[in-house]
Protein backbone atom coordinates (compact mmCIF):
# COMPACT_ATOMS: atom_id res chain seq x y z
CA UNK A 1 0.00 0.00 0.00
CA UNK A 2 0.90 3.56 -0.58
CA UNK A 3 0.02 6.30 0.93
CA UNK A 4 -2.85 8.73 -0.70
CA UNK A 5 -0.02 11.66 -0.78
CA UNK A 6 3.12 12.58 -2.25
CA UNK A 7 3.52 16.24 -2.08
CA UNK A 8 2.90 18.35 0.83
CA UNK A 9 0.11 20.25 -0.95
CA UNK A 10 -1.81 17.02 -1.51
CA UNK A 11 -1.60 15.89 2.31
CA UNK A 12 -2.62 19.37 3.18
CA UNK A 13 -5.78 18.66 0.74
CA UNK A 14 -6.52 15.27 2.82
CA UNK A 15 -6.35 17.45 6.15
CA UNK A 16 -9.32 19.54 4.86
CA UNK A 17 -11.46 16.49 3.79
CA UNK A 18 -11.51 14.59 6.93
CA UNK A 19 -14.45 13.11 8.23
CA UNK A 20 -16.35 14.43 11.05
CA UNK A 21 -17.87 12.77 14.30
CA UNK A 22 -21.00 10.55 13.61
CA UNK A 23 -23.31 12.84 15.31
CA UNK A 24 -26.54 10.40 15.51
CA UNK A 25 -24.06 8.04 17.53
CA UNK A 26 -23.29 11.07 19.58
CA UNK A 27 -26.80 11.60 20.38
CA UNK A 28 -27.76 8.03 21.29
CA UNK A 29 -24.41 7.39 23.46
CA UNK A 30 -26.12 10.37 25.04
CA UNK A 31 -28.96 9.12 25.40
CA UNK A 32 -27.64 5.91 26.77
CA UNK A 33 -25.43 7.91 29.39
CA UNK A 34 -29.00 9.25 30.74
CA UNK A 35 -30.35 6.20 31.59
CA UNK A 36 -27.70 4.76 33.19
CA UNK A 37 -27.92 3.40 36.84
CA UNK A 38 -25.66 6.29 38.60
CA UNK A 39 -26.85 9.60 39.49
CA UNK A 40 -26.43 12.25 36.57
CA UNK A 41 -22.83 12.82 35.59
CA UNK A 42 -21.37 10.73 39.02
CA UNK A 43 -19.00 9.35 36.52
CA UNK A 44 -17.19 12.48 35.80
CA UNK A 45 -15.25 12.79 32.86
CA UNK A 46 -15.86 9.35 32.07
CA UNK A 47 -19.15 10.30 31.02
CA UNK A 48 -18.38 12.55 27.91
CA UNK A 49 -15.03 10.38 27.21
CA UNK A 50 -17.31 7.34 26.18
CA UNK A 51 -19.89 9.69 23.97
CA UNK A 52 -16.68 11.31 22.34
CA UNK A 53 -15.47 7.54 21.45
CA UNK A 54 -18.98 6.12 20.64
CA UNK A 55 -18.87 9.22 17.92
CA UNK A 56 -16.30 8.31 16.32
CA UNK A 57 -16.41 5.22 16.29
CA UNK A 58 -20.27 5.33 14.75
CA UNK A 59 -21.94 3.26 17.59
CA UNK A 60 -23.47 4.38 20.42
CA UNK A 61 -22.46 0.99 22.43
CA UNK A 62 -18.97 0.67 21.51
CA UNK A 63 -15.94 -1.68 22.46
CA UNK A 64 -12.57 -0.81 22.94
CA UNK A 65 -10.59 -4.29 22.45
CA UNK A 66 -7.69 -3.53 19.93
CA UNK A 67 -5.62 -0.81 21.27
CA UNK A 68 -2.46 -0.07 18.81
CA UNK A 69 0.76 1.91 20.37
CA UNK A 70 3.35 3.05 17.32
CA UNK A 71 6.74 4.32 18.60
CA UNK A 72 8.58 6.12 15.88
CA UNK A 73 12.19 6.79 16.09
CA UNK A 74 14.57 9.62 14.69
CA UNK A 75 17.79 11.15 14.52
CA UNK A 76 18.44 15.32 14.69
CA UNK A 77 20.68 17.30 13.37
CA UNK A 78 20.56 19.61 16.56
CA UNK A 79 21.73 16.99 18.49
CA UNK A 80 25.11 17.81 18.11
CA UNK A 81 23.88 21.06 19.49
CA UNK A 82 24.63 19.75 23.03
CA UNK A 83 20.78 20.02 23.63
CA UNK A 84 20.58 16.86 25.33
CA UNK A 85 21.68 15.19 28.53
CA UNK A 86 22.36 11.81 26.60
CA UNK A 87 24.32 11.33 23.23
CA UNK A 88 22.40 10.91 20.16
CA UNK A 89 23.42 7.15 20.15
CA UNK A 90 20.65 6.44 22.81
CA UNK A 91 18.28 6.83 19.61
CA UNK A 92 19.17 3.68 17.97
CA UNK A 93 19.75 1.88 21.36
CA UNK A 94 16.49 2.41 22.61
CA UNK A 95 14.91 1.01 19.41
CA UNK A 96 16.84 -2.20 20.42
CA UNK A 97 15.39 -1.92 23.59
CA UNK A 98 11.78 -1.62 22.75
CA UNK A 99 12.36 -4.54 20.16
CA UNK A 100 13.68 -6.62 22.77
CA UNK A 101 10.79 -5.91 25.43
CA UNK A 102 12.70 -4.22 27.75
CA UNK A 103 11.43 -0.56 27.97
CA UNK A 104 8.82 1.39 29.97
CA UNK A 105 5.96 1.31 27.03
CA UNK A 106 6.25 -2.02 26.40
CA UNK A 107 5.00 -2.70 29.89
CA UNK A 108 2.82 -0.28 29.70
CA UNK A 109 1.36 -1.53 26.11
CA UNK A 110 1.38 -4.99 27.56
CA UNK A 111 -0.46 -4.04 30.97
CA UNK A 112 -3.74 -1.93 28.89
CA UNK A 113 -3.88 -4.59 26.19
CA UNK A 114 -2.09 -2.51 23.96
CA UNK A 115 -0.07 -4.40 20.24
CA UNK A 116 2.78 -2.43 20.14
CA UNK A 117 4.95 -1.28 16.53
CA UNK A 118 8.25 0.21 16.81
CA UNK A 119 9.22 2.13 13.49
CA UNK A 120 12.96 3.59 12.95
CA UNK A 121 13.22 6.26 10.58
CA UNK A 122 16.24 6.10 8.89
CA UNK A 123 18.53 6.95 11.94
CA UNK A 124 21.52 7.06 10.14
CA UNK A 125 21.16 9.94 8.70
CA UNK A 126 19.79 12.54 10.88
CA UNK A 127 17.78 15.29 9.96
CA UNK A 128 19.90 18.60 8.72
CA UNK A 129 20.59 21.06 11.75
CA UNK A 130 17.59 23.85 11.19
CA UNK A 131 20.11 26.33 12.50
CA UNK A 132 21.72 26.42 9.43
CA UNK A 133 19.18 25.22 6.65
CA UNK A 134 15.07 23.68 6.72
CA UNK A 135 15.61 20.28 8.55
CA UNK A 136 13.86 18.05 5.86
CA UNK A 137 13.65 18.48 2.22
CA UNK A 138 9.83 18.10 0.90
CA UNK A 139 10.54 14.65 -0.19
CA UNK A 140 12.30 13.49 3.45
CA UNK A 141 9.21 14.84 5.18
CA UNK A 142 6.57 13.49 2.81
CA UNK A 143 8.29 9.77 3.02
CA UNK A 144 7.99 10.22 6.92
CA UNK A 145 3.99 11.38 6.91
CA UNK A 146 3.62 8.21 4.55
CA UNK A 147 6.10 6.10 7.19
CA UNK A 148 2.82 7.04 10.08
CA UNK A 149 0.16 7.22 7.66
CA UNK A 150 0.61 3.44 6.45
CA UNK A 151 1.53 2.53 10.38
CA UNK A 152 -1.58 2.58 11.33
CA UNK A 153 -3.54 -0.43 11.64
CA UNK A 154 -6.75 -0.13 10.11
CA UNK A 155 -8.29 -2.86 12.08
CA UNK A 156 -7.22 -0.88 15.72
CA UNK A 157 -9.79 0.41 18.00
CA UNK A 158 -7.48 3.55 19.59
CA UNK A 159 -4.47 5.27 18.56
CA UNK A 160 -1.34 5.89 20.55
CA UNK A 161 1.38 7.61 18.56
CA UNK A 162 5.06 7.86 20.85
CA UNK A 163 8.41 9.12 19.91
CA UNK A 164 12.20 8.10 20.82
CA UNK A 165 14.75 10.94 19.99
CA UNK A 166 17.74 12.20 21.73
CA UNK A 167 17.06 15.78 21.08
CA UNK A 168 14.11 16.39 19.97
CA UNK A 169 12.36 18.44 22.19
CA UNK A 170 14.12 21.66 21.01
CA UNK A 171 12.50 20.82 17.41
CA UNK A 172 9.32 20.47 19.48
CA UNK A 173 9.78 23.33 21.03
CA UNK A 174 10.37 25.61 17.83
CA UNK A 175 7.60 24.11 16.04
CA UNK A 176 5.76 25.45 19.13
CA UNK A 177 6.94 28.88 19.28
CA UNK A 178 6.64 29.00 15.42
CA UNK A 179 3.30 28.13 15.46
CA UNK A 180 2.24 29.76 18.69
CA UNK A 181 4.51 32.62 18.86
CA UNK A 182 5.35 33.82 21.92
CA UNK A 183 9.83 33.32 22.91
CA UNK A 184 11.50 30.60 22.29
CA UNK A 185 12.45 30.50 26.47
CA UNK A 186 8.52 30.36 27.06
CA UNK A 187 8.72 26.57 25.33
CA UNK A 188 12.16 25.13 26.08
CA UNK A 189 12.52 23.14 29.26
CA UNK A 190 15.03 20.69 30.69
CA UNK A 191 14.04 17.65 27.98
CA UNK A 192 16.05 14.63 29.52
CA UNK A 193 17.70 16.70 31.94
CA UNK A 194 19.71 19.30 30.57
CA UNK A 195 21.97 21.83 33.24
CA UNK A 196 21.41 25.72 33.21
CA UNK A 197 24.40 25.79 30.33
CA UNK A 198 22.67 23.18 28.49
CA UNK A 199 18.73 25.25 28.64
CA UNK A 200 20.71 27.83 27.45
CA UNK A 201 22.28 26.67 24.45
CA UNK A 202 18.77 25.24 23.23
CA UNK A 203 16.95 28.03 23.79
CA UNK A 204 19.41 29.67 21.75
CA UNK A 205 19.75 27.36 18.76
CA UNK A 206 15.19 27.60 19.04
CA UNK A 207 15.45 31.43 18.43
CA UNK A 208 18.28 30.61 15.71
CA UNK A 209 16.19 28.11 13.70
CA UNK A 210 13.19 30.46 13.84
CA UNK A 211 15.02 33.13 12.12
CA UNK A 212 16.80 30.49 9.28
CA UNK A 213 13.66 28.98 8.66
CA UNK A 214 10.80 32.47 8.73
CA UNK A 215 7.84 30.16 6.88
CA UNK A 216 4.91 29.84 9.10
CA UNK A 217 2.86 27.73 7.54
CA UNK A 218 2.12 24.73 9.79
CA UNK A 219 3.58 21.69 7.04
CA UNK A 220 6.25 23.94 6.00
CA UNK A 221 6.79 24.41 9.52
CA UNK A 222 6.98 20.77 10.22
CA UNK A 223 9.31 20.33 7.30
CA UNK A 224 11.45 23.23 8.45
CA UNK A 225 11.70 22.90 12.21
CA UNK A 226 10.29 19.26 12.58
CA UNK A 227 11.83 15.83 12.59
CA UNK A 228 11.22 12.31 11.04
CA UNK A 229 9.47 10.62 13.84
CA UNK A 230 7.98 13.98 14.63
CA UNK A 231 6.14 13.96 10.83
CA UNK A 232 5.39 9.99 11.20
CA UNK A 233 3.78 10.90 14.02
CA UNK A 234 1.43 13.71 12.27
CA UNK A 235 0.74 11.39 9.05
CA UNK A 236 0.07 8.75 11.94
CA UNK A 237 -2.81 10.78 13.75
CA UNK A 238 -3.82 12.08 10.22
CA UNK A 239 -4.49 8.67 8.87
CA UNK A 240 -6.67 7.50 12.19
CA UNK A 241 -8.88 10.70 11.85
CA UNK A 242 -9.52 9.50 8.44
CA UNK A 243 -10.12 5.78 9.75
CA UNK A 244 -12.24 7.19 12.66
CA UNK A 245 -9.48 5.79 14.70
CA UNK A 246 -9.32 7.68 18.19
CA UNK A 247 -6.52 8.98 19.22
CA UNK A 248 -4.60 9.52 22.52
CA UNK A 249 -1.62 12.29 22.87
CA UNK A 250 1.23 11.65 24.67
CA UNK A 251 3.87 14.31 26.12
CA UNK A 252 5.39 17.55 24.28
CA UNK A 253 7.02 16.03 21.54
CA UNK A 254 3.96 14.23 20.48
CA UNK A 255 1.54 17.02 21.12
CA UNK A 256 4.16 19.43 18.93
CA UNK A 257 3.36 16.71 16.05
CA UNK A 258 -0.35 17.51 16.56
CA UNK A 259 -0.88 20.88 16.69
CA UNK A 260 0.93 21.09 13.42
CA UNK A 261 -1.82 19.60 12.16
CA UNK A 262 -4.11 21.53 14.26
CA UNK A 263 -3.36 24.78 13.06
CA UNK A 264 -3.49 23.25 9.53
CA UNK A 265 -7.32 22.13 9.00
CA UNK A 266 -9.66 22.92 11.80
CA UNK A 267 -10.86 20.36 13.43
CA UNK A 268 -8.23 17.73 12.42
CA UNK A 269 -7.63 16.89 16.18
CA UNK A 270 -11.39 16.51 17.19
CA UNK A 271 -10.97 12.58 17.59
CA UNK A 272 -8.13 13.10 19.92
CA UNK A 273 -7.70 13.82 23.19
CA UNK A 274 -4.39 14.35 25.57
CA UNK A 275 -3.24 11.55 27.74
CA UNK A 276 -1.46 13.35 30.04
CA UNK A 277 0.60 16.34 31.13
CA UNK A 278 3.94 15.79 31.02
CA UNK A 279 6.81 17.35 33.19
CA UNK A 280 8.14 19.42 30.44
CA UNK A 281 7.70 22.96 31.57
CA UNK A 282 5.86 23.73 27.98
CA UNK A 283 3.64 20.94 27.87
CA UNK A 284 0.52 22.62 29.34
CA UNK A 285 0.80 25.96 27.38
CA UNK A 286 0.41 23.65 24.34
CA UNK A 287 -2.51 21.54 25.29
CA UNK A 288 -4.26 24.84 26.59
CA UNK A 289 -3.43 26.30 23.08
CA UNK A 290 -5.00 23.17 21.66
CA UNK A 291 -8.11 23.26 24.01
CA UNK A 292 -7.27 19.84 25.30
CA UNK A 293 -7.50 18.82 29.32
CA UNK A 294 -5.08 16.01 29.63
CA UNK A 295 -6.63 13.22 31.63
CA UNK A 296 -3.24 12.28 34.08
CA UNK A 297 -0.89 14.33 35.94
CA UNK A 298 1.84 12.04 37.10
CA UNK A 299 5.28 14.12 36.08
CA UNK A 300 6.01 11.59 33.32
CA UNK A 301 8.76 13.01 30.67
CA UNK A 302 9.79 10.19 29.18
CA UNK A 303 7.79 10.35 25.82
CA UNK A 304 7.78 6.61 24.17
CA UNK A 305 3.98 7.04 24.14
CA UNK A 306 4.27 6.12 28.00
CA UNK A 307 1.95 9.05 29.42
CA UNK A 308 -0.70 8.14 26.45
CA UNK A 309 -0.90 4.44 27.24
CA UNK A 310 -1.78 4.70 30.74
CA UNK A 311 -4.33 6.16 29.86
CA UNK A 312 -5.70 3.38 27.49
CA UNK A 313 -6.83 2.43 30.90
CA UNK A 314 -8.87 5.04 31.81
CA UNK A 315 -10.60 5.21 28.24
CA UNK A 316 -11.06 1.55 28.41
CA UNK A 317 -12.97 2.08 31.73
CA UNK A 318 -15.03 4.98 30.77
CA UNK A 319 -16.04 2.84 27.53
CA UNK A 320 -16.55 -0.22 29.78
CA UNK A 321 -19.02 1.52 31.93
CA UNK A 322 -20.93 3.04 29.33
CA UNK A 323 -21.43 -0.20 27.54
CA UNK A 324 -21.36 -2.42 29.69
CA UNK A 325 -23.64 -0.91 32.94
CA UNK A 326 -27.31 -1.73 32.87
CA UNK A 327 -30.12 1.20 32.74
CA UNK A 328 -32.21 2.23 35.33
CA UNK A 329 -35.22 0.20 33.70
CA UNK A 330 -33.23 -3.06 33.17
CA UNK A 331 -32.41 -3.20 36.47
CA UNK A 332 -35.49 -2.04 38.29
CA UNK A 333 -33.59 0.55 40.22
CA UNK A 334 -35.65 3.71 40.74
CA UNK A 335 -34.85 6.84 38.61
CA UNK A 336 -34.37 10.32 39.88
O1 LIG B 1 7.04 13.28 26.28
C1 LIG B 1 7.59 14.24 26.81
O2 LIG B 1 6.95 15.23 27.22
C2 LIG B 1 9.10 14.20 26.96
C3 LIG B 1 9.73 15.17 27.72
C4 LIG B 1 11.10 15.10 27.85
C5 LIG B 1 11.83 14.10 27.20
N1 LIG B 1 11.21 13.18 26.44
C6 LIG B 1 11.97 12.11 25.75
O3 LIG B 1 13.36 12.39 25.84
C7 LIG B 1 13.93 12.56 24.56
C8 LIG B 1 14.03 14.03 24.24
O4 LIG B 1 14.70 14.75 25.25
P1 LIG B 1 15.96 15.64 24.85
O5 LIG B 1 16.46 16.19 26.14
O6 LIG B 1 16.95 14.67 24.23
O7 LIG B 1 15.46 16.65 23.89
C9 LIG B 1 13.00 11.89 23.59
O8 LIG B 1 13.41 10.56 23.35
C10 LIG B 1 11.64 11.95 24.27
O9 LIG B 1 10.92 10.76 24.07
C11 LIG B 1 9.85 13.20 26.33
C1 LIG C 1 17.21 6.26 28.31
C2 LIG C 1 16.17 7.07 27.56
C3 LIG C 1 14.92 6.48 27.27
C4 LIG C 1 13.97 7.23 26.57
N1 LIG C 1 12.73 6.96 26.14
C5 LIG C 1 12.24 8.00 25.49
N2 LIG C 1 13.16 8.95 25.50
C6 LIG C 1 14.25 8.52 26.15
C7 LIG C 1 15.47 9.12 26.42
C8 LIG C 1 16.44 8.38 27.13
C9 LIG C 1 17.74 9.03 27.43
Known sequence: MTAPFSSLS??????????????????????????????????????????????????????????????????????????????AEVTVQMVANFRAGGAAINQLAKAFGATMDVLALELDRPTADFTQTAAMTEAE????????????????????????????TTPAAAIACALFGGTPGEWTGRGTGVDDKGLSVKTQVVAEGLVTNPDREPLEVLRCLGGREIAAMAGAIARAHHARIPVILDGFICTAAAAVLALAAEGALDHCIAGHASAEAAHRALLSKLGKQPLLELGLRLGEGSGAALAIGVLKGAVACHSGMATFAEAGVSDA
Open 141 to 168: VISALAAGWLAVDAAADLLVVGEMGIGN
Open 10 to 87: EFRALLQALPATDAAAVAAAQARNGQLTKPPGALGRLEELAIWYAGWRGDARPRLEHPQVIVFAGNHGVAARGVSAFP
